[in-house]
């Protein structure tokens, strides 16, 4: 009879709060990494900002009690066991390797790194060392993913035939809309792609195990131009009325891929950042030989079941009727619905206590460096697909 | 202040009564058809079965008054100014040929033919006539996808950029399920997307209003032996405990096809008759530079329309509320679903008041024989694209 | 192994086209019930409109061949076997007398008349007699509403506790919305829950097979002066433009009602016509002791059924995985959307086959008039009800 | 131009980690309690547990430095400024009592108190305080129901005429399930009306900004004998297979309440905690004179919204779309969902920034003591109403 609370004593053991963590990067998605962290007991010690003056802003409004001023001061805090990356894209391969060295576990925002050549040479590092080293593909720990993943390995879907769903966005929609993430230089060439793109493949590669072996990628920019603002600009915020700049934009705003799995099944995927009315909105559907499954981001405490032959089923998130999977990564009663948020809570709930033990568990349910490095190579996939107009493969010696 | 009563008098005018129309065709979609007819106040004079007999049990059960023996008597019928053909599509070319030389009307169902040569032999037959012709993309007269169709024409989306979508059902899943649709001599080499694919194809490029002019095609059959019962087998219709033989399958269970249309939008549809719980799923999405939509064949009477920078929409199927060609479309207040006999009902109340007025209105809502062409040309490119594994045009002289 | 053909021909047995209908009333709902007859092959042999002229219109739109000038002429006319009434509700209860005194069956709509004493007199009167009498519960015969009704009786729910819902329309919320319907003096001193509210009491009832023994009612008017429009106005139609006289409304826009039934299980409904956005939207939950169900008449190829212990579950309509009555109802294959003018055509289909065989079959599953008069009985309680503030009981020398 | 740290920093103010709190109670709901206040920087001191081994054990597993063994302990750490009550409603007043004599800030679990003589008496002490009190109705902090909160006060849906909706459960449908709160002397005598439809009551209270005067009441007790374990038991876990001793149940397992509110409006509520399917699912819908709006616990980042002459719209929780209050509450980006805790953390980032204020803002949006009594008000009148069989008022000096 599993409670809540015993959910949690289990996953974490004793003393969560000894263990001190800082995070790099004080925007949206770090202050989410902050809020979870504290929410699970975790020491946050210190921040790491794009400027000194802005890691203080933001250390001041979380209450975190120590802003660093450069990535060597916060590795010479003692207090520091474990770093969260956040930073932009372009920052995160010489970061994470600094961290590696200064013989610190790391969370690494996706995607790892900007080209695949960096990332084996991360997970090269990776593996040398005794370090809990881990990608934040956080969709994995929606614990009805989960459960999806525990319905594959138990064959609840049977052979694995069909792939496919979305990932939109509409927040890039316009041409006032500017983020750093539309330079190539500073996110990489592969924009909705490797933004949100890559959530989907390392979703979908995690629950059905398995791996795309060739792809076949269309990629558009269909706002060629964008007025850049002047000062910075935060991820998801609106644009403002101040001075901008003429950009010429060369990254995808939509890619349409097509896949190929190594057991012969077959995948398609809309990725678009440009889609009116679609927040967030990251669809997969599973269809088996048996049964097929489909979730929703935007619901996600829904899991759809289809069925020919009896009629299909709706899972709510509830400990009582998920497998053992679902329920670990479940922190509240089925009908009180979790989150984004709380799918942070659930995924570092798994990683630190892998910190706590000393040693990664033999099949972590989060992503590791390997698996953030094939997304890389699918993303290089991508690329030469797309110029090509034709299939390409992941060569085997590369994944 | 339109009424209902008011609308089914425009669209008729005087008389539907005195028209009277032949079915080829005794299986489910003949039957929606006869049924469709009746409503509209037409005389359905006579009914083609697949054998006499055939003909005979559904002219009783139906209470139609005559079952022909062949398609020459249904001809030499004076009372038949209109024939529909729903027969397997291996018949369609030649029984549409003799209609028309024997200058009757002629709604034929989907594919038009099986291959394009034929198609484009009918379009010059249909043009050098002053018939009524037409193609059975019933899912057009959907209220709200007519709706769609003039907000693009009005620009409420602006540019159409990306149009996404599946058409997914489930009744071909087990190997033990068996229609003659799985044959490539019967039903044409492309199942899959020749009978629900081209569907989506069709009613996509009616809202846009735009052409696709290449393709890439990933075809599978996942089911690659079959047993085939001994004995006739109606659509949709599941498997009996009888004798059955198995049969190897070539035809496509699924189909991923990436599109480029003339204006430069993308498109990314998922075809599959195999997706466990999908009984009839048909999905589109149109993003647009300014909105986007969406709609669902399973709940038809809903239309979503996406925003950016204010709420999103449900449109309900409602006169009161939609455009003019979606008043036009509608029977029933809002709130009173409208089905799939109702779009038959719809599209035939446009169909026969062109037949009425002795000729095609300017623009027709319905399908064309030239439609039901590009259709075939899509198809051709189609199975070329996916043996190539490249993007092939469909060429300007073929469309 | 069903399938459509075979369906239909069970259902109607030889002959159908061999059955004369006429119809009273030519607005809306007389129009559909005109189409469904056809669809079912039925012949209907003329109208009666609320004057010749307007009778005469709607058969010339209808392609009917024959308007009346009076119900006696109707009833001279020998090949009317059946009437259906679909008049106002104050001209019911002396048409339906007349139809059954010249020995005809009758199917009228709902509420059977304007009083408990007038429908008491006609089930005398219809037992009297050896006529098909039914009063048009439509809603019943949806199929999943048929699939529910056999859940029941076959224990999947349980013992039934709680029966709760709504019926919400928004047609009437502006005070410059009119319709005959508000005048007490022609529908009855209660509006919203004489015109739908019954429906929803009589469609649970149905389901469950239980009684009301006692109602609690609180009614409101929340419009209490509305314009009418000079000039006949059909029902569900908007607002013109024209000259109008404003008017005191005493009958109900609101009714909330809490409901005891025969065996201890309890009831709540709350039926509005001035419900913004919910244009005819019918949801019944039934909670049982071991599952629960639920639907929604918008979405109504969608069965909800609830689960404790197991995931929940949604069954769309589909003749293969629904229990015999469902499939009974069925009409398309799943995932082919039936809607409100299918649930005619399966109602109208037991309703004839009756007819057909010359006498009801013993457990008929449309409403008799002993139902239509129940729901009269109920209508006095909810009066009383409202007046006294306090619970009523339907006395059981009137049930 | 708000982005997210901006929204945290306004919220907080400088130093959310100098504030000290104490949970009592180590539940479920004392552990969302501990998390959300982590989250938001808050320094959680110490927890009080049932036992001093319960409080220990709870300590332990959240990473909590302190579990006190008495309240008197507590309330003697200097560091504690605020107290979180979560402990079983009949600990409520005595608890709050001393807290508040104490002199620290309190939040308390709804409901208040057992009785409305004791919630009376803490609206006393709390108004002769200066102290921040406040009763946990957090389902306010649903970032769309602030957002539905202010579409009233700017009269977007017109005059408020009807409110209707429901809260049901399913977790004590069974025999077998046991809970404290089913017992009247720990729990009260009304158990679903008092631990579930007070929230119903709060928030639609408290979104229209309209007080019930009127209740007409009906309850059941449908499980009159339940099967208690011999142990303790956690709110929402499962029956084991222990031994039980059977125990006379007499609270309510549903209730049907009408509602009348001050300005003539009506309501309708179905609270159930034995509805099978139904985890956690708290519908509301107003309707207006111009417009309706609907919303569900169970899918919280989406708000429908009626209208008559036009479509309908979805809202999704997006801070670039909603009012200011809407935008005010919510953390994340729209389409990132947030869920049940993220209520928590948004409800107390509004006390806490009062508490750092040193005073209550002269609008809070969260639940006084006077709400909290007036809930214990509408008890009575519940339970009088049900006793009587008809209306009974709130009088006015009561409320």
Redesign the interface.
Known sequence: ?????TL??EA?G????SIGAAVIG???IG??HV??L?????NVVGVLGSSLQRGE??A??????RAYDTLDTLLSDPAVQIVHVTSPNQFHFEQVKQILASDRHVVCEKPLTMTSQESAELVELAAKSNLITAVNYNTRFYPLNQHARQMVTEDELGDI??I?G?YM???L??DTDWNWRLEADKGGPLRAVGDIGTHWIDLTSYITGLKVTSV?A?L?T?VKTRQQPVGPV???????SGETIARKITTD??A?L?L?YENGA???V?I?Q????????MQW?I??????ASWD?????HL?????????????R?A??MNARGAAAA????????????SF?ALFREIYADVSNGKASSHPGYASFADGHYEMLVCDAVLRSAEQ???VDISPNQR
Chains 1, 2, 3, 4 share one sequence.
């Open positions: 009879m599993l409670t809540e609370v949690l004593r974490i004793s003393g969560p709060g004080t925007g949206f202050t989410v809020q979870a504290r929410r699970l007991g975790i802003q933001a001041q409004a979380l209450g975190v009690s035939r069909l496919s979305h966005q509409d927040w929609l316009f076949m269309e558009s269909f935060e991820t998801f915020s609106q644009a403002g705003d939509t349409l097509l190929r077959r995948g398609s809309v678009s440009v889609s009116p009315g679609r927040k967030n909105s559907q269809d088996g030989s048996k049964s097929g981001s935007e619901i996600p405490d759809w079941i289809g069925h020919r032959d009896r009629a299909n089923q709706i899972l709510q509830d009582a009727l922190a509240l009663p089925g009908g009180h619905v979790e989150g984004f948020a709380d809570f107009g034709c299939w």
